[in-house]
């Protein structure tokens, strides 16, 4: 996948990028619903319904460019989480010569983006596909399984700045120095812990979840749970944080589907695929409760599903109790 390398090196440049917005947002006034010339707050809301940031149009457009713009003739279009439909690269870039490539890119560009404003973590989440040859990408060619991914990674903006990548053998992790402004190679070959003590989920939804995921969630508490580990509770509200902390210290993150959103919150292209690959990739798992989230199939771009990933100990029990448990809810 030698062809893949110029776009990697744009997305570690787009990471850099970004993490220099993030850092500067307050002081350059970048937080906040994004607005039109007058100052007035934009009406549109993305697909997704949400009102979009300020942050999200700007590291939405990095991305689009680092995407389609690295190399000509590898990425053929690209599904971003902030656009309702997917664009080939020859609109982004506005030159036929970008009109085709062997791969498609998905991303979301700042995940979590309501935490800019009280300085919390954010991330960045991408995934890459092969598409034939000569392909111009229209939305067919993203309808594909996560494991037809055959790259994946999500950039961390926190205390301090992290690149975490898999390319289907194994999972890197880099960190920027920030004096060089270069990604080092701090974290070779992760690998999750088969168990571990944190549990990554929004309680304020406890009484939405379905029973088996309660349950679970009571084992955790109570250490009565197969791996008899006390869990911890973290729970930062922004997906990249929330999994890479579990990714280092083992545990798992859930977005279970609540009584109105029984498929949940998190889009299967742009948030549980790549990160599904990466803890498969690392010796974790990844699952909708029900089955494994990387031989879904998508419906739609901007499909949502429920979404448990993490050590393979936690992800493999809580599978079990959705076995075992009716949803009495
Ligand atoms: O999908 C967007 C997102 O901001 C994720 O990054 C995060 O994990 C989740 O939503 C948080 O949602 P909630 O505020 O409902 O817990």
Same mark, same amino acid.
């Given at each position: 996948m030698r062809d893949l390398e110029p776009v990697l090196r744009g997305i570690a440049q787009a990471c850099k990028q970004i993490n220099r917005i993030v850092q500067r947002a307050q002081t350059d006034d970048l937080y906040g619903v994004a607005t039109d010339k007058d100052g007035n707050p934009l009406e549109d809301t993305n697909i997704q319904g949400e009102v979009q940031q300020k942050l999200d149009l700007v590291c939405n457009a990095i991305m689009l460019k680092a995407f389609c713009g *690295? *190399? /000509? #003739? /590898?990425?053929a279009g690209v599904a971003s989480e902030e656009e309702d439909v997917p664009r080939t690269c020859c609109d982004v870039m506005g030159d036929s010569a970008f009109a085709v490539g062997e791969y498609v890119a998905v991303f979301d560009p700042i995940d979590g983006s309501k935490n800019i404003d009280s300085s919390l973590p954010v991330g960045t989440i991408f995934g890459v596909y092969k598409a034939a040859p000569g392909t111009k990408a229209g939305e067919k060619t993203f309808?594909? =399984?996560?494991?037809?991914? /055959?790259a994946a990674g999500y950039c961390l903006y926190s205390a301090t700045t992290v690149l975490v990548i898999t390319m289907g053998s194994g999972v890197d992790g880099f960190t920027l120095d920030p004096d060089q402004g270069d990604f080092l190679h $701090?974290? &070779?070959d992760i690998r999750i812990p088969s168990a571990g003590p944190i549990y990554s989920f929004n309680e304020a939804n406890f009484h939405d979840f379905s029973t088996p995921v309660q349950k679970y969630l009571d084992a955790l508490k109570s250490g *009565? *749970?197969? $791996?008899r580990i006390r869990s911890n509770a973290r729970y930062v509200g922004a997906l990249v944080a929330d999994v890479h902390n579990v990714l280092i210290k083992g545990g798992i993150y859930g977005y279970p589907g609540t009584r109105?959103? &029984?498929? #949940? =919150? !998190?889009? !299967? !292209?742009?948030e549980g695929n790549p990160m599904a690959m990466i803890m498969e990739q690392a010796g974790g798992a990844a699952s909708t409760g029900t089955g494994r989230i990387l031989d879904v199939k998508p419906s739609e771009i901007h499909m949502r599903i429920p979404t448990f990933l993490g050590s393979i100990d936690n992800v493999y029990e809580l599978d079990q109790f959705h076995q075992y448990y009716e949803d009495e809810s």
């Open positions: *690295s *190399s /000509v #003739g /590898v990425i309808l594909q =399984k996560g494991t037809e991914m /055959v $701090t974290h &070779p *009565s *749970s197969a $791996t109105d959103n &029984p498929n #949940g =919150k !998190l889009r !299967l !292209l742009y």
